[in-house]
């Protein structure tokens, strides 16, 4: 009979391995990291796979050795620098079976001064899926015939500089901020002459312990911590489920990392500016105020420090500029969002009602907190809708 693995001690070791040569920013990057190189094990147990992405804004900084040490735990890799699409989506289909696709330096491709990869890009997101399939022409001249290229596959990417990689490939990928190892972090140097053959050894206990849980993650859906809804969920729905078959102390451990990557994750994202904006009168300008004058919003936002409003292509953001970016959105009435009168002492001023704003809030803005729970899942603060306060709503002050 073959051995029975212990799924929660099998990914202990996989962290362990990663801990001798990684410095990760944040804790759950090493829970995360280890789920994802077992869900490589399992792509045909889900519907969709995360890619998985190494992102800093300067070299050095330690995104190549982790892909070097996901490199011997992962099947079949596949070390892609500046590998087109063609190359890829042949691999893929490749009968010989499916590689794990480790691209390095893909900031080549798609950073600012590459120009548009748009084949690559729709490869990277097809991919994503099971049933992402790339179409292309095979054949000469008039005997040509369209044949469906398979691109469900493990991705994992490096990134250096600022804006390297797109956002359709960005959400749907487990994002880990490399920065430099400062003088106190040490690591041991990785030697491929020697330690590969461990992370080998890891690789195929991993393989056996996929064959040994496939059926089961196959038939499960993993509960999602409160709050990690649509692309995060997709994201996260493959490694929950492996932590969940390892059993022990994983499944409570990976629903915190999912929370602590997601909400580091919205954080770095602000979204669209539409966003950005909506997001900053919630959560800076009126929270708590059922309304307030244009000129007072104004002068909040542009005294936000890094933010936007202050130098809207060399001015500051205007009552004008303002009133075209929130009539964009929906009021609960469904009708544009408008400034309205607002009576005062001694005057009446064009303002904006948070009662107008509270619909597109609930809709476009991320939850303004995630924290995790020590149960299965995590709570997140529900969004009340805002009261009138007693502090004067008409001051400018921030």
Same mark, same amino acid.
């Given at each position: 009979?073959?051995?029975?693995?212990?799924?929660?001690?099998?990914?202990?070791?996989?962290?362990?391995?990663?801990?001798?040569?990684?410095?990760?920013?944040?804790?759950?990057? /090493?829970? =995360? *990291? @280890?789920?994802?190189? %077992?869900?490589?094990?399992? !792509?045909?147990?889900?519907?969709? $796979?995360?890619?998985?992405?190494?992102?800093?804004?300067?070299?050095?900084?330690?995104?190549?050795?982790?892909?070097?040490?996901?490199?011997?735990?992962?099947?079949?890799?596949?070390?892609?620098?500046?590998?087109?699409?063609?190359?890829?989506?042949?691999?893929?289909?490749?009968?010989?079976?499916?590689?794990?696709?480790?691209?390095?330096?893909?900031?080549?491709?798609?950073?600012?001064?590459?120009?548009?990869?748009?084949?690559?890009?729709?490869?990277?997101?097809?991919?994503?899926?099971?049933?992402?399939?790339?179409?292309?022409?095979?054949?000469?001249?008039?005997?040509?015939?369209?044949?469906?290229?398979?691109? /469900?596959? =493990? *991705? @994992?990417?490096?990134? %250096?500089?600022?804006?390297? !990689?797109?956002?359709?490939?960005? $959400?749907?990928?487990?994002?880990?901020?490399?920065?430099?190892?400062?003088?106190?972090?040490?690591?041991?140097?990785?030697?491929?002459?020697?330690?590969?053959?461990?992370?080998?050894?890891?690789?195929?206990?991993?393989?056996?312990?996929?064959?040994?849980?496939?059926?089961?993650?196959?038939?499960?859906?993993?509960?999602?911590?409160?709050?990690?809804?649509?692309?995060?969920?997709?994201?996260?729905?493959?490694?929950?489920?492996?932590?969940?078959?390892?059993?022990?102390?994983?499944?409570?451990?990976?629903?915190?990392?999912?929370?602590?990557?997601?909400?580091?994750?919205?954080?770095?994202?602000?979204?669209?500016?539409?966003?950005?904006?909506?997001?900053?009168?919630?959560?800076?300008?009126?929270?708590?105020?059922?309304?307030?004058?244009?000129?007072?919003?104004?002068?909040?936002?542009?005294?936000?420090?890094?933010?936007?409003?202050?130098?809207?292509?060399?001015?500051?953001?205007?009552?004008?500029?303002?009133?075209?970016?929130?009539?964009?959105?929906?009021?609960?009435?469904?009708?544009?969002?408008?400034?309205?009168?607002?009576?005062?002492?001694?005057?009446?001023?064009?303002?904006?009602?948070?009662?107008?704003?509270?619909?597109?809030?609930?809709?476009?803005?991320?939850?303004?907190?995630?924290?995790?729970?020590?149960?299965?899942?995590?709570?997140?603060?529900?969004?009340?809708?805002?009261?009138?306060?007693?502090?004067?709503?008409?001051?400018?002050?921030?």
């Amino acid at each position: 009979m073959p051995e029975t693995i212990d799924g929660a001690a099998l990914l202990n070791d996989v962290e362990a391995f990663h801990r001798r040569f990684n410095v990760f920013p944040r804790e759950g990057a /090493y829970v =995360a *990291v @280890a789920l994802w190189d %077992a869900h490589a094990h399992l !792509l045909d147990a889900f519907d969709s $796979t995360p890619r998985i992405a190494f992102l800093s804004p300067e070299p050095g900084s330690g995104k190549s050795r982790a892909l070097e040490v996901v490199e011997t735990l992962v099947p079949r890799p596949m070390l892609a620098v500046n590998a087109r699409a063609a190359a890829l989506f042949r691999s893929v289909s490749d009968s010989a079976g499916r590689p794990t696709i480790l691209y390095d330096e893909i900031d080549t491709v798609f950073g600012p001064k590459a120009g548009d990869n748009e084949e690559l890009r729709g490869f990277l997101n097809a991919g994503h899926r099971r049933s992402g399939v790339t179409y292309r022409c095979v054949g000469d001249g008039g005997n040509q015939t369209v044949v469906e290229f398979p691109s /469900y596959s =493990a *991705v @994992a990417v490096a990134v %250096a500089g600022l804006g390297g !990689l797109p956002d359709t490939i960005t $959400t749907r990928s487990v994002i880990i901020r490399m920065r430099r190892r400062a003088r106190n972090e040490k690591v041991e140097p990785f030697r491929a002459r020697l330690h590969e053959a461990e992370g080998n050894k890891l690789r195929d206990r991993l393989a056996q312990w996929a064959e040994q849980v496939h059926k089961d993650i196959a038939g499960c859906w993993p509960e999602m911590p409160d709050g990690v809804t649509d692309r995060a969920a997709d994201v996260w729905e493959p490694l929950l489920a492996v932590a969940d078959a390892a059993g022990g102390a994983w499944p409570e451990r990976a629903r915190a990392a999912c929370v602590e990557l997601v909400s580091a994750a919205r954080a770095d994202d602000k979204g669209s500016i539409g966003i950005r904006l909506l997001t900053d009168l919630r959560d800076h300008v009126m929270a708590g105020i059922d309304r307030l004058p244009t000129v007072a919003i104004l002068d909040r936002l542009c005294a936000l420090e890094e933010a936007p409003w202050a130098d809207m292509a060399g001015r500051p953001l205007d009552s004008r500029g303002l009133a075209k970016m929130l009539g964009e959105y929906m009021t609960t009435d469904n009708t544009p969002i408008k400034a309205r009168n607002i009576k005062t002492a001694g005057a009446v001023l064009k303002g904006y009602y948070a009662a107008d704003l509270y619909d597109a809030w609930e809709r476009y803005c991320p939850p303004p907190l995630l924290r995790a729970a020590t149960s299965a899942t995590a709570a997140t603060p529900q969004i009340s809708a805002p009261e009138t306060v007693a502090a004067d709503p008409f001051s400018s002050a921030t």
